[in-house]
């Protein structure tokens, strides 16, 4: 009895890891035909079912069905051991076939994915560093696969060969020294020598000086990426998280009228804030008569919508929520108000930056990428530079490579005129993450010269034609005003 509930339990294990084993490779290869490298994101499809999605359904429910089969022949099996005493299906048998047949169609599937799905894998790399990062994952992947492949067929074989047998007596092993030694050190020496190599590989890709290394700006926000070249004086203007304005600074520079006029934006919103903390009562009231001429049953979610804003009004949450968005804009005053003084920050090195929304990189020339991020961590990955590097709010990253191959080459290289280059956001940053991309170009160094040449000053230089402006905002610790004077409106020219 003792022995049949082991086999039946066995048997139950082996359909239950087939079942997970498909379920888990179906997806999987799925995901592995998506190019990642495809310029447009489909659409959602509508949902439509064709022939051949017919054909790989019937042969799901197929599948499903020869299971369950199976699983009656065993219950069957089961059931009348049960009633008859008698063993009906040698269990230690079935379940040493089943672990030969496990092994030989688990080996196939593995051989499958190598050969089919294998070729998806990223073609040689199109940078400088990427022949040894990807040294250093075949050696990882050739030591792990033999180390797989070797103690899947023992495991399985030994199964096979080991089964109970009539009259055969198990040895009894108790400890051995030497045993424990052997595959203490041999995965230590191995383990030690796998993360000594990836330690120096990285310290190769990342300490190498590149005095030639140009620097390009790449900012990173829900959800898209803009990159920033430091403009004809070649230095960059300075950043701060607080001159952040959507509409026309979202990269947040130093440029002084725009960083003027968001203040005066910000003290005309707590200006009007005030008011409307100042003037509850008497907007309750007006409210309240208003909900009175109202009814439920006609105007719906208009009156619950508006009894829920006299609740927040009486509560006291409307007036905390008005406080605390004051406080908030406030901070953001006296931070601006701190830095508009500041020679260094509002050195006009900003002026003749360029924000594009392409980033265009030379062959053969380094490249120091430096990150910003304007909301919560992003990831910047290039995978066909082998290029990866967190982007985090507050905190300068930043990764130096040297592209080695022009989007054309890698056209002609791929067969595929559509090829390019991406850099990807590889963080789960939120709802829009999965389309978080740039586009990078990689061309000649005259091809640059032209594209570079074509792309906007975030401030246009002033025309010696054009009529002396008033001096924007040179008066920093005059009273602010609480509407933006025309003046003070920043000449931007940013493609946002
Ligand atoms: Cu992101």
Redesign the pocket.
């Known amino acids: 009895m003792k022995k049949m509930m082991f086999g039946w339990s066995g048997a139950k294990l082996f359909l239950l890891a087939s079942l997970l084993l498909t379920a888990t490779l179906a997806p999987l290869s799925v995901f592995a035909q998506a190019d990642p490298a495809s310029d447009v994101i489909p659409a959602p499809k509508e949902f439509s079912l064709s022939t051949s999605d017919l054909v790989s359904y019937a042969y799901w429910v197929l599948a499903l069905l020869v299971l369950l089969v199976i699983v009656y022949i065993f219950n069957i099996g089961a059931a009348s051991e049960k009633l008859t005493g008698r063993a009906v299906i040698n269990w230690t048998k079935v379940n040493a076939w089943m672990s030969i047949i496990f092994l030989v169609a688990g080996s196939a599937g593995v051989a499958y994915e190598l050969i089919y799905h294998g070729k998806l894998l990223l073609p040689e790399a199109a940078s400088a560093h990427g022949d040894s990062i990807d040294n250093m994952f075949n050696w990882t992947f050739g030591i792990t696969f033999v180390v797989f492949v070797v103690t899947e067929v023992l495991l399985f074989y030994f199964l096979f060969k080991y089964r109970q047998k009539e009259g055969q007596k198990a040895a009894y092993y108790f400890h051995n020294n030497q045993l424990e030694i052997i595959w203490t050190i041999v995965p230590a020496i191995v383990l030690t020598f796998l993360v000594l190599r990836g330690y120096s590989t990285w310290h190769n890709i990342t300490q190498t000086p590149e005095p030639k290394a140009k620097q390009i700006e790449i900012f990173?926000?829900?959800?898209g990426w803009k990159a920033r070249y430091a403009g004809d004086d070649n230095k960059f203007g300075e950043a701060n998280f607080n001159f952040i304005d959507p509409a026309t600074n979202e990269l947040g520079l130093a440029i002084k009228p725009s960083v003027i006029a968001l203040r005066d934006t910000l003290v005309a919103d707590t200006g009007r804030l005030g008011k409307d903390l100042r003037t509850l009562p008497a907007i309750l009231k007006q409210k309240a008569d208003q909900l009175s001429k109202m009814s439920l049953a006609a105007d719906g979610k208009a009156y619950t919508d508006l009894e829920q804003e006299l609740e927040d009004i009486r509560n006291g949450n409307k007036a905390s929520e008005l406080r605390k968005m004051m406080k908030r804009k406030g901070v953001q005053i006296q931070r601006i108000n701190a830095t508009l003084a500041s020679k260094d920050m509002f050195n006009e090195a900003a002026n003749d930056d360029k924000v594009t929304t392409e980033i265009h990189l030379i062959k053969d020339q380094p490249y120091t990428f430096r990150y910003r991020?304007r909301d919560?961590?992003?990831?910047a990955y290039m995978p066909y530079f082998r290029a990866q590097m967190n982007?985090v709010p507050g905190m300068l990253t930043s990764f130096t490579f040297t592209p080695t191959k022009t989007t054309k080459q890698m056209q002609d290289e791929e067969k595929n005129p559509e090829f390019q280059f991406y850099l990807f956001?590889?963080?789960?940053?939120?709802s829009a993450?999965y389309n978080?991309k740039i586009k990078i170009v990689v061309e000649s160094e005259s091809e640059y010269n032209a594209w570079i040449e074509k792309q906007k000053r975030v401030v246009e230089p002033v025309q010696p034609e054009a009529p002396a402006a008033p001096a924007a905002g040179s008066d920093t610790t005059a009273t602010p005003k609480t509407a933006i004077k025309s003046n003070q409106k920043p000449s931007l020219a940013m493609g946002f």
Not at 220 to 223: K, T, V
Not at 376 to 379: A, D, L, N, R
């Open positions: 990173g926000y829900q959800f991020a919560v961590i992003h990831s982007v956001c590889a963080k789960i940053c939120g993450h978080m």
